[in-house]
């Protein structure tokens, strides 16, 4: 059974930090790209940061370049995203997705979100 599981988010300040985490079971975890994307109340869902399967890449939002960082562990099956200087417009629900093509298979996993609220 695949389970993609959130977990971190919270209340912060402006300026605060959060860590996020994304542990994923019932898949090969290593042969995945790893994503964090995030919905605002009133807003599409958009892409926060994303790394590949072994780790090697990355990729950000420009907005959250130099703010965020991904990262991710194998051997624990975790993804991580660290967020520094938040602002209040980063509070969103932040959502963990797994996707892979494997043998010409596309496979697409979501957890059901973490919320994140920044605020004074």
């Known amino acids: 059974q695949v389970q993609v599981v959130e977990s971190g988010g919270g209340l912060v300040q402006p300026g605060g930090s959060l860590r996020l985490s994304c542990v994923a079971s019932?898949?090969?975890?290593?042969?995945?790209?790893m994503s964090w994307y995030r919905q605002a109340p009133g807003k599409e869902r958009e892409l926060v940061a994303a790394?590949?399967?072994?780790?090697?890449?990355?990729n950000y939002a420009d907005s959250m370049k130099g703010r965020f960082t991904i990262s991710r562990d194998n051997a624990k099956n975790t993804v991580y995203l660290q967020m520094n200087s938040l602002k209040p417009e980063d509070t969103a629900v932040y959502y963990c997705?797994?996707?892979?093509?494997?043998?010409?298979?596309?496979?697409?996993?979501w957890g059901q979100g973490t919320q994140a609220t920044v605020s004074s």
């Open positions: 790394i590949t399967s072994a780790g090697g890449n990355t």
């Open positions: 997705n797994a996707r892979a093509v494997i043998l010409f298979v596309s496979h697409d996993y």
């Open positions: 019932g898949f090969t975890f290593s042969r995945y790209a």
